[in-house]
Structures are given as C-alpha cells and as structure tokens.
C-alpha cells in the first residue's frame, strides 16, 4: 500500500515537468503570433490580437475536450463552479502578464511573475494554518531565486508594469492553491473543459474591447492575421499541446502533490523556455542561464529529497549513522 502511496505523488512530479516542457515551447508559439499580430494589426492592435489569440486558443481547447462523450457525461454543477474560480483565476493571471510586459524588461518579468513560487508558500500558510516543511520553503527560495536570475539580474524601478506583473505573480499563485482545492471537488477533466469556456469567454470580452478601443483594428486586418500561417499555427500548437494537454494534465496531477511543491516544479518552466529560445536563436547562451538552471534544479532537489532524509533521518536509532 506504501508503495502505491509513494509512486503518485512521484507520478504527478513528473507529469508536471512535462507541463513545464509544454509552458516552455509557448514562449516561441506567443512570440511568433505576437510578431505576426504585428503585422497586421498594428501597435494598436496589441490588446486585440491577444484576445483574438487567447479566444482561439481556449475556444479550441474547450472543443476537443469537449467531443469526450466520458467528460460531457460528468459536467454538473461543481464541474462548472471549479471550472469558474479556475478559469477565472487563469485568465487574470495572463492577463495582468500581458500589460505588465508592455513597461518592463523580460529579466524584471521573469524575476517578478517568479515570485509565485513564494506567494503559493505564504497563501498555503494562511490556508491551512500551519508551516510548510523546512526543504519545502528552502526549495521556494532557490527555485524563486533561479527564476529570477535565468535571464540576467533585473532591474527595478517600481513602476505600473512591474506592480501589475507582480499582481500576475499573486494570481498565478491563486490559481495554484484553487486549482488544489476544486480538483478534488469535481471531476478534473469536467473541470478543465468549464475552465477553457470560461478563459474563452474572457479573451472573447477582451478582443470586443480591443477592437472597440481609439486605433483598434478593423475587420480586415483581424482576417488578414487569421490568414496567416505565422499566427494560425503557433495557436493551434499552444492550444492543443500547451492548453488541451499541459492544464489537463496539471488539473489530474497537481491534487497529488502538495502545492508549494508544485510551484516550484512549475517555476522549471524558464529553463525550458530559455533552451527553446536559444535554439531558435532568439537568445543567446550567458553564466545567468547556467545559474538560475542550477539553483532551479537544486530547489527542486531539495524539496524532493530533503523531507525523505530528514524523514528517514528521524527514525534512525539515536547512535545509528547513515549507511
């Protein structure tokens, strides 16, 4: 029973590294459909093209989870509350992303939306109203300070972008904790697919807002972009790959494992995206890649191993030593 006890949790770390993998190739799909928005809508365009990108992204996701006869089966009430605070915690964290990046560097964005990791462990504490384990919150520390660092020391300058992209930080953590909370009342998969409908809803709102705005697009730039293969095709990708798959698979998972540690498997997501970037040459390699990497990679270590040797430490005979 121990053993089947142990092997979930190990399970869902790595599935969740492979969420990370998927978060990571999306820093190249938004990229390349950010640049082609560009194009053709304009600097004006900007909050509509990210509508337009996150309505066809999760209206797409919803869909193809949808046509499961087994998950349209367990859609009920709870699956559409969990699906709500989910997707509605999801939707604000992106977008509060999306305007932070417009008044900061990419080093300072990644230094502050890494602070999830840390909000996750102190709104965990005043939820369950008792302390992580010490290898857990030393974990946070070195996975927050990889993150942070992965790409260059930030610099600060405590501006609107940087206050928005640190309130990102605190609802990505939200969703984190939510995400632990509503998975285990409703049906994960019933959950993911009212969770897609209700992002889908909000991009939705968001492209009719962009669109209505001084200097908006019109409707022949809107279906010239879709026309172009330079943004239709990361989407699909970041759809099916990193939104049907990857939160699929993070709404399954994540409820088997405590959620400081799966922030801090979540905060990995840099290295991924740092790889990716360089192999496509939009980044070039630096020392900071090699920190961060390694202090991500030593935080995961920690709070992976350290609870089972202090763990196995403390049954020890009081002489007995470590074979």
């Known amino acids: 029973m121990s053993s089947v006890q142990d092997r979930k949790?190990?399970?869902a770390a790595l599935a969740l590294l492979l969420v990370t993998l998927l978060w990571g190739c999306t820093f190249v799909w938004m990229k390349q459909a950010n640049e082609a928005s560009a194009r053709h809508l304009g600097a004006g365009g900007l909050v509509a093209g990210v509508g337009l990108f996150m309505a066809l992204r999760f209206g797409l996701a919803a869909v193809v989870i949808g046509l499961l006869p087994s998950v349209r089966r367990k859609l009920d009430a709870a699956a559409w509350r969990a699906g709500l605070w989910i997707g509605l915690a999801l939707l604000g964290g992106f977008l509060l992303q999306m305007f932070g990046l417009h008044g900061v560097s990419p080093a300072v964005s990644a230094f502050l939306t890494s602070l999830y990791v840390l909000f996750t462990a102190l709104l965990n504490i005043v939820r369950s109203r008792r302390m992580p384990h010490p290898a857990l919150l030393l974990g946070a520390v070195l996975a927050t300070a990889g993150a942070a660092f992965i790409g260059g020391p930030p610099q600060l300058h405590f501006d609107l972008g940087e206050w928005l992209t640190v309130g990102?930080?605190?609802v990505f953590?939200?969703?984190i904790?939510?995400?632990?909370v509503w998975t285990r009342r409703a049906d994960p998969m019933a959950a993911t697919l009212t969770c897609f409908v209700t992002v889908a809803?909000?991009?939705l709102v968001t492209l009719l807002l962009g669109l209505a705005s001084e200097g908006g697009p019109n409707a022949d730039a809107l279906l010239a972009l879709l026309a172009d293969r330079g943004f239709w095709v990361p989407m699909l990708?970041?759809?099916?790959?990193?939104?049907?798959?990857?939160?699929?698979l993070m709404n399954l998972y994540q409820r088997d494992l405590d959620p400081v540690r799966a922030a801090i498997i979540y905060a990995i997501?840099?290295?991924w995206a740092a790889l990716f970037g360089i192999a496509l040459g939009f980044d070039q390699p630096t020392a900071w890649l090699y920190f961060g990497g390694g202090a991500l990679l030593c935080g995961n270590l920690v709070a992976e191993l350290?609870?089972?040797l202090l763990r196995r430490g403390s049954t020890l005979p009081p002489n007995a030593t470590n074979p």
């Open 269 to 271: 997501e840099p290295i």
């Open 306 to 308: 350290g609870p089972k």
């Open 168 to 170: 990102c930080a605190f």
């Open 177 to 180: 904790l939510i995400t632990d």
């Open 201 to 203: 809803a909000g991009a």
């Open 237 to 248: 990708l970041a759809s099916l790959l990193a939104t049907v798959l990857a939160l699929s």
């Open 9 to 11: 949790p190990r399970r």
């Open 173 to 175: 953590a939200a969703h």
